[in-house]
C-alpha cells in the first residue's frame, strides 16, 4: 500500500488545508511503489481527468491523500492488468460508488502471495544468412556493403533477426529511386538515438526487485516503440508536407 502522510485532507478541501501534499511530495510518495513513474506522467494523468488536484491562488497543484491513492490505483491498474485509461476511469468511477470491481489477475500479487518468477524473453524469430540473401533478392556483396553501414546486423551465431527481411526490402524499394544504403546511415543513426531514449525510459523497470515489473519492461518497451515510429513518421510527413493515405 502507499504511504501517505496522517492527517490527509479529503478530495475537496481547500488547497491551504496542511494535510494537502505538493506534485514533488507526491512523487516521493509514489516512488517506493512505482520506481518509473514521473512529475509529466502525473501531469497526463491529471490532464486525463484521472485526478483533480487542487491549486493554489498561484496555481500550483496541492495533492490530498485520497488524489494518491486514487494515483496509486491508476498506476497499478496499468503496471500489473495492462488497462487502458478509459477502462481505468470507469472502475474508478465504480469504486467510488462503492461497487466491487473485478481486475483481470495477472501481475502484481497481493502481500504475503508468491510472484512467480517472471517469464522469460520470447525467442526473437531467426533468419539463415542464405535465406535473407533469398528473400531481399540481393547478393553476398550487397548484404556486406549494408552491414558495413550498420543498416543489418548478425546475431552471435550469424543468424539474422527476421525484421532483417523488412529492412533489407525497404532498402531495395529506396535503391530504386537513387537512394543508396550510404545515404541511410542518418536514418540509422536516429533509429539508435530513438532506441536509446527507449531503453532509458524503461530502464528502471528493468531493474525493478519485483519480478513481474521487470517482465513489464518489454511490454512498455513495444508501446513506446510504437508512438516513436508514429512520432517518426508524422515528422517526416510534416517535414516534407505530405500527409499518407
Known sequence: MLRTPSGGAGHGAAATDSGLMSIGTVLNVLRDEFPEVTISKIRFLEAEGLIEPQRTPSGYRKFSAHD?????????MQRDHYLPLKVIREHLEAMERGEAVQLPV?????????????PEGPTVARIGRAELLAAAGIDEQELEEWESYGLLTPLEDGA?????VTVASLVVELGRFG???????????????EAGLVDQVVAPLKRH?????????EARTKEL?????????????????VRLP
Do not use: C, F, S, W
Open 160 to 164: 539474422y533477426d527476421a525484421e532483417a
Open 225 to 241: 516503440a510504437g508512438l516513436t515510429v508514429r512520432l517518426h513518421a508524422a515528422l517526416v510527413q510534416t517535414a516534407l508536407g
Open 106 to 118: 495477472l501481475g502484481r500479487q497481493r502481500d504475503g502471495e508468491p510472484v512467480p518468477e517472471a
Open 68 to 76: 494518491v491513492e486514487r494515483l496509486g490505483h491508476v498506476l497499478r
Open 179 to 193: 537512394i543508396e544504403p550510404r545515404h541511410l546511415r542518418a536514418m540509422k543513426a536516429a533509429a539508435d538515438r
Open 209 to 217: 526487485r519485483n519480478p513481474q515489473t521487470r517482465a513489464h519492461a
